[in-house]
């Protein structure tokens, strides 16, 4: 067992507000229908191999510690693992739809907060999955080490011998369930204990080397008053979003899918000198630019959000690794090369930002806060923020689960209170954007898809 990191708690907190959740959506094409057998089995593998997937939640009373990961042995796969079909006729427009409303019913919290749903009924004999977890189980990086258990790189591999049909949750060591309310709180209370300790030793640490260095307390003033300035903006916001049309925010739900071919974007970024990531928010931010053009109410800058993953090298490990930064991107000028001169160069100073180091310490003191007082901090720095991306590294190559082959995948990512968040996965030759928004703020999507393939489009020439 092991107990939530506060970042994870702060999302689990905020799931209070419907406005707040984290969760995501992952909508994955299949070409035609899996065995569905083989299905269960690799979800059954994820069970065994993915830390937290087949857990369930135990918060601590009164709020003294951050919730536990239980195993959850009476797991229930038909629950998790559903079918439907689309409504007629079966297009990208109605399964998008249909993602929508599933994405908008809440976890039940007595259970593993994921649910995968098969849906039927798509044009050309295709089949979605839609894999829908919530963020304190995993970031995307993470996700993607769950979708790794769960695809094969061809139809039908020779090694994968004969597998269950179901998933049958392994037995707990002990039949009998001593989880009890006294458990819980005595273990709430030692984890507080040996938290304040850790605290205090390192609090009389920093106090002795204060005293026997006292020299380096001009530098140590000067690291506070930085990460004071970074703190302020990064998490602590003041000033209002830029966007007057993203004003309006809602509970509303709108899905779309946007695809650009990755060599040629490869290619392009590094022609103009920048990465992958610096070519991907240009595009989006040029296509915002556009949007509020067409729209008559033109902006220079907008905040975005933009989760940066902190784990070491090539490491994919689940959970989450990430810290949020904030960062006003420029939607102009037009001229694609001036732009992505100047995006490059705001992204650039990000990891920089001391505040990302403090983020973990930060997260603890803010759910130490009030539920009421936290929702409603959340609710204020969410409103500051125009938009939201995440750039995630899919396959170059094509993946199979149960023996279908996998066309696309369109990640959904969480709004959190945001009127628009754009993921993007690279995968097959493409880079496959889910677009999230919020109707009540973008009113006019087909113009927004416009406005992308626009700005991607002279992106793409620019570095051609």
């Known amino acids: 067992m092991r107990r939530m990191s506060d970042a994870e708690f702060l999302m689990w907190t905020l799931d209070a507000d419907p406005g707040l959740r984290s969760d995501f959506v992952n909508v994955t094409v299949l070409e035609s229908a899996p065995d569905e057998d083989r299905l269960r089995a690799k979800i059954g593998a994820a069970l065994r191999d993915v830390p937290h997937f087949a857990d369930r939640v135990i918060p601590a009373?009164?709020?003294?510690?951050?919730?536990?990961?239980?195993?959850?042995?009476?797991?229930?796969?038909?629950?998790?693992?559903?079918?439907?079909?689309?409504?007629?006729?079966?297009?990208?427009?109605?399964?998008?739809?249909?993602?929508?409303?599933?994405?908008?019913?809440?976890?039940?919290?007595?259970?593993?907060?994921?649910?995968?749903?098969?849906?039927?009924?798509?044009?050309?004999?295709?089949?979605?999955?839609?894999?829908?977890?919530?963020?304190?189980?995993?970031?995307?990086?993470?996700?993607?080490?769950?979708?790794?258990?769960?695809?094969?790189?061809?139809?039908?591999?020779?090694?994968?011998?004969?597998?269950?049909?179901?998933?049958?949750?392994?037995?707990?060591?002990?039949?009998?369930?001593?989880?009890?309310?006294?458990?819980?709180?005595?273990?709430?209370?030692?984890?507080?204990?040996?938290?304040?300790?850790?605290?205090?030793?390192?609090?009389?640490?920093?106090?002795?080397?204060?005293?026997?260095?006292?020299?380096?307390?001009?530098?140590?003033?000067?690291?506070?008053?930085?990460?004071?300035?970074?703190?302020?903006?990064?998490?602590?916001?003041?000033?209002?979003?830029?966007?007057?049309?993203?004003?309006?925010?809602?509970?509303?739900?709108?899905?779309?899918?946007?695809?650009?071919?990755?060599?040629?974007?490869?290619?392009?970024?590094?022609?103009?000198?920048?990465?992958?990531?610096?070519?991907?928010?240009?595009?989006?931010?040029?296509?915002?630019?556009?949007?509020?053009?067409?729209?008559?109410?033109?902006?220079?800058?907008?905040?975005?959000a933009m989760p940066v993953n902190v784990r070491e090298g090539t490491n994919t490990s689940p959970g989450n690794a990430f810290v949020p930064t904030r960062v006003l991107v420029p939607v102009i000028p037009k001229d694609p090369v001036e732009r992505f001169a100047a995006v490059r160069s705001r992204l650039a100073g990000l990891r920089h930002e001391p505040a990302l180091g403090a983020a973990g310490g930060l997260s603890g003191i803010m759910t130490a806060l009030p539920p009421p007082v936290l929702l409603s901090l959340a609710r204020v720095q969410s409103a500051t923020i125009d938009f939201a991306t995440s750039n995630l590294r899919g396959s170059p190559v094509d993946l199979y689960t149960g023996g279908a082959r996998i066309e696309a995948n369109y990640p959904m990512g969480p709004r959190e209170g945001v009127p628009l968040n754009i993921t993007m996965l690279s995968y097959r030759g493409e880079l496959q954007m889910g677009v999230h928004l919020d109707p009540a703020a973008i009113t006019d999507s087909g113009a927004l898809l416009d406005a992308m393939r626009e700005s991607f489009d002279a992106l793409l020439a620019a570095g051609a």
């Open 61 to 304: 009373p009164l709020r003294l510690a951050p919730p536990e990961w239980h195993p959850q042995h009476d797991l229930d796969l038909d629950y998790h693992l559903r079918k439907m079909a689309v409504p007629a006729p079966g297009g990208m427009r109605e399964l998008l739809d249909l993602t929508a409303v599933l994405a908008a019913t809440p976890f039940d919290r007595s259970r593993p907060l994921w649910e995968f749903t098969l849906v039927e009924g798509l044009r050309d004999g295709r089949v979605a999955l839609l894999e829908k977890v919530h963020h304190a189980v995993t970031d995307g990086v993470g996700a993607l080490r769950l979708s790794l258990s769960m695809v094969d790189f061809e139809p039908d591999p020779a090694d994968r011998g004969i597998e269950p049909a179901s998933y049958e949750p392994p037995a707990p060591d002990d039949p009998v369930d001593r989880t009890t309310a006294l458990d819980v709180v005595t273990g709430a209370l030692g984890f507080v204990l040996r938290r304040q300790g850790r605290m205090a030793r390192r609090a009389i640490s920093a106090t002795t080397n204060a005293l026997l260095h006292p020299q380096a307390a001009p530098a140590r003033a000067a690291d506070a008053a930085a990460l004071l300035a970074s703190v302020r903006r990064q998490l602590l916001i003041t000033d209002s979003a830029r966007s007057p049309l993203f004003a309006p925010r809602s509970l509303g739900r709108r899905y779309e899918t946007f695809t650009v071919p990755f060599e040629p974007a490869k290619n392009a970024a590094k022609a103009l000198g920048g990465t992958l990531n610096d070519f991907y928010v240009t595009g989006i931010a040029g296509a915002l630019g556009l949007y509020h053009q067409h729209l008559g109410a033109p902006v220079d800058e907008l905040r975005m």
